[in-house]
């Protein structure tokens, strides 16, 4: 096990497993489909200009769903290890679920969009819109231009993840390195690791199944988030 103390600068990346227990799926436990729709027909920026309205009710459907689920104990745990190492604690997540939020985490950077938000593709201006008259499938227009079509707040594959320069100082001069519920398979999230490794940093794994990237973390704890991760967190604040 790492040596971790208050001083320990830690970066943790969590991905689509971390929220499993919540009762949100995760890409791959559906051979690579995404609550049943092939991913270049929701999560890219061609399926919304050549698509809008399936692309639109996917996503009002994701929101919705925000509404009936809550974290888990390996969203509080992070929270509590946050409480531990204050400043030098970052969590990076892949999720775009609002439940590392909800959970109470603070220093938190979502590199792939929220779901809770809507952006106009005109004015740029973001709006954290989850009233029941912004989750229904009409589209919801920008009170800023009058565009007629916010567009999700989502990085979709072939964007550009957000804060990009921020994530990359911080796994740079981290000392541990964390992975919580992730494949391995999204770049460049996937590649965090290499980065981390590369300055020095200890890697640790907690994953249900056997990442891609398996071979990169110094240690590798197989099983559930929401049980493992309360367990470690305690060890390491105690
Ligand atoms: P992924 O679906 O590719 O992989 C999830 C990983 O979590 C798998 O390796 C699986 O073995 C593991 N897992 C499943 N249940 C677990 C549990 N209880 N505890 C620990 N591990 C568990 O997810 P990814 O690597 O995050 O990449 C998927 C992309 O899909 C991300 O970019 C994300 O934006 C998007 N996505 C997000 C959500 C969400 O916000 N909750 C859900 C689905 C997809
Ligand atoms: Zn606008």
């Known amino acids: 096990m790492a040596e971790i103390d208050s001083n320990t600068k830690v970066v943790v990346l969590t991905g689509a497993g971390i929220s499993a227990e919540s009762g949100i799926r995760t890409f791959r436990d559906a051979d ?16 919304w200009q050549a698509n809008p309205e399936l692309v639109w009710q996917f996503y009002q459907a994701r929101r919705r769903q925000l509404l009936g689920v809550e974290p888990n104990s390996a969203h509080r745990a992070l929270v509590d290890l946050e409480r531990f190492l204050g400043d030098n604690f970052l969590l990076v997540t892949q999720n775009v ?78 000392d541990v390195f964390i992975t919580i519920g992730t494949s391995g398979h999204v770049y460049p999230a996937a590649g965090l690791i290499e980065v981390a490794r590369q300055n020095g940093a200890y890697c640790i794994g907690i994953n249900l199944d056997n990442p891609m990237n398996i071979d990169l973390h110094d240690e590798f704890l197989q099983g ?15």
Not at 119 to 135: A, G, I, P, Q, V
Not at 226 to 238: A, S, T
């Open 224 to 238: 559930k988030a929401g049980e493992l991760l309360p367990k470690y967190v305690k060890k390491i604040i105690n």
């Open 97 to 174: 679920d609002d439940l590392h939020g909800r959970a109470g985490s603070k220093n938190l950077i979502h590199m792939h969009g929220e779901l809770r938000i809507l952006r106009c593709e005109k004015c740029h201006e973001t709006f954290d819109y989850m009233s029941n008259e912004h989750l229904t499938d009409q589209y919801v227009a920008c009170p800023s231009c009058g565009n007629e079509r916010l567009r999700p707040h989502i990085v979709w594959f072939h964007e550009v993840p957000l804060q990009m320069s921020e994530i990359y100082s911080a796994v740079e001069q981290c």
């Open 32 to 47: 690579g489909l995404w609550e049943n729709h092939a991913i270049e027909d929701v999560a890219t920026p061609y399926a």
